[in-house]
Every structure is written in C-alpha cells, then in structure tokens.
C-alpha cells in the first residue's frame, strides 16, 4: 500500500516508543522487545488491506480493528523481515509478549488502547530435578576443573553456579558486572526487575555463594582476563563472550565484520551456550543409571531454584543527644 507523504501515526509512535525506553523500569530485553513490536506495527501500516484509519493517530492505530488486524498477521508469521526455520506461526507466549509492549506503548503516548484477548499461557514445563541439577554441576566441574580446560565450560560451569545459588533469569545473568561480586567472590548482588506485566519497580537482592561456585568463578575470572585483553575502553560484564561472532554488519569490502571474543554475553549467546552444553551433556550422560535427559532451555533450570537471599541490615542509627564527658582525673 502506497500513500503520499509520511503517515501521522509513525512520529507518535516513534516519540511514544522513545518515552517507553528512556524510563528507569525498562530492561534492556524489554527494550529490544518494544522496538520489535514497533517494527512490527510500522510494517503492518503498510499491508494492504490494513485498517486506513488507522494511519491518522496513535489513537486510531490502537483501537479493536487495527490491533486485531496486527495480531492476526503476527500470529501469521506475515510481518517477521526474515526466514525462520519450521513453521513461521508465533506462538502464544510471544503474543503475549506482543500485548505487554502495546500497553506500555499506549501508556507511552497517552492514548487509550481496545487490545484483542491476552491467549492462554502454556503449561509450565517440568523444572530440572535435584538428581539432574547435581549431575550437571559435576559434569561442568569435571571439565572446567584441568589446565587447559574450553574457555567456554568454564564459564558455564560459573554460570550455572550462580543460576544454582541464585535462580536468577537470562537478562540479570547478562545484566552483571564485575563489581555486583564481593572481593572474596562470597556474595553476588542481582537486581531483579519486574517481568511480564508488572510495573513493580527493580529489586536489589544479595546472595550468598556457595563454595563450588566461589571456585568455579576464581577460574572463570582468569579466563575472563586474558579473553578481555584486546578488548577496547573498559570491560565491565562479568559474562563475556569465548570467541569473536558476527555483528550482523559488512565491512567497505563486504566481508562480515566480526566482534572480538570479550564482549558482554548477550541473552540470546547465553541461551545458545546453555543449550549447546545440554546437548553434549545429555549425549555423554546417556545410559548413565538414574539419567533423564535435559531440557534445552534454562528456564526450566531456573524455576527449580528456591533462592534465600540476605536479608537487608538496617545501618545502625547515629547516638542521638549531648554525651556527657568523663572527667579526666590527675595521673
């Protein structure tokens, strides 16, 4: 569909999406999923046969007709700029995804918003056992633990340390620096921020680290150094990645420009990483007695996971009033 000039709708979308990401609450995940949504729906505008009206205002884009028109063709596969292996049909979690990033982009803009019905959420998968959990961890130590060990199981042997210690998600795995972890490597601080959509505000938590993962991390952080060396400015992220990796950009020849090997761990390289391990693991692990293969994701690692963590310490309060002075008696 082919109109003259620039709709109305896509500068109140952009100025709506740019308040949406300058706010404290927004993770970076959130972030790059208001921005694929946005995508999205400027695509959309351009199908034919989507709602006209909706065109004019942010407030006519999100009304019933054109956001169910949206949804139908998301949900389709119809509006993604690149070929997906399998079946290009979204699922209902990412629709649902979808839903969260209009409502915050309707509360962006101040316009009101007729979203279709939220789809059910699936069955939670069955989290990793406690037999499964240790099994892994040895795993991981067996080949971390030797000169000469592959950069990258050291680091998911540290990783999963710290997952088990703290159940903490992708994107505050991702999100953790250096300085987050106490000089002795006994506490890590984590924030958790809201997910879904709550707009509860981030949580400040502290953990205690237990032994296997205060040496996992000792070997990890070794590693880390000399993978960080030709790293330009400072390096921070206490995740960083093993091996250079493509940065999705050509060179004035057009050749791939890679990113060198001590860059921060983005979610979806630590996804990767987790699910490249679990497939080697369940592999050297089958026909091992009591073995139950892996799931792929670790979320279901995750959610097994009951953390404790520290409870805060109120300061102790300054004395309050005069002191009186002790007279001083002659020697």
Not at 4 to 23: E, F, K, M, S, T
Not at 223 to 229: A, H, N, T, W
Request: proline share 10%; hydrophobic share 40%.
């Amino acid at each position: 569909m082919t109109t003259a000039g620039r709709p109305p709708v896509l500068d109140q979308l952009d100025r709506a999406l740019q308040r949406a990401l300058a706010r404290d609450e927004t993770s970076p995940a959130r972030a790059r999923q208001l921005r694929w949504v946005a995508g999205e729906l400027r695509r959309a505008l351009d199908t034919d046969g989507f709602p006209e009206q909706a065109r004019d205002s942010l407030t006519d884009l999100f009304k019933a007709g054109p956001l169910t028109a949206y949804v139908t063709l998301a949900s389709r596969g119809d509006l993604r700029t690149r070929a997906a292996p399998g079946s290009p049909a979204s699922t209902n979690a990412s629709i649902r995804i979808r839903l969260d990033c209009l409502d915050i982009l309707a509360r962006a803009g101040t316009v009101p918003i007729e979203a279709p019905e939220r789809p059910a959420l699936p069955e939670p998968k069955t989290p990793v056992g406690p037999r499964q959990r240790s099994l892994l961890h040895g795993w991981l130590e067996a080949g971390a633990d030797r000169p000469g060990a592959d950069p990258g199981r050291v680091r998911l042997f540290a990783l999963i340390g710290v997952v088990l210690d703290t159940g903490a998600r992708a994107g505050e795995l991702c999100a953790l620096r250096t300085r987050d972890l106490t000089a002795d490597l006994a506490t890590v601080t984590i924030v958790r921020k809201p997910q879904a959509r709550s707009i509860a505000p981030p949580v400040t938590e502290h953990h205690h680290l237990t032994a296997p993962t205060r040496i996992a991390l000792r070997q990890w952080l070794t590693v880390r150094e000399d993978l960080i060396r030709e790293v330009q400015g400072t390096a921070t992220a206490l995740w960083v990645s093993v091996r250079g990796n493509h940065a999705g950009l050509l060179d004035a020849a057009g050749q791939a420009q890679l990113r060198p090997a001590g860059m921060p761990l983005m979610p979806r390289g630590l996804a990767r990483a987790y699910t490249r391990t679990v497939v080697q693991v369940n592999a050297d692990m089958l026909g091992q007695p009591g073995w139950e293969p892996l799931p792929y994701r670790l979320e279901q690692l995750r959610r097994a996971i009951d953390p404790h963590p520290e409870p805060e310490t109120e300061p102790t309060p300054p004395p309050t009033g005069k002191t009186r002075k002790t007279a001083k008696t002659a020697p």
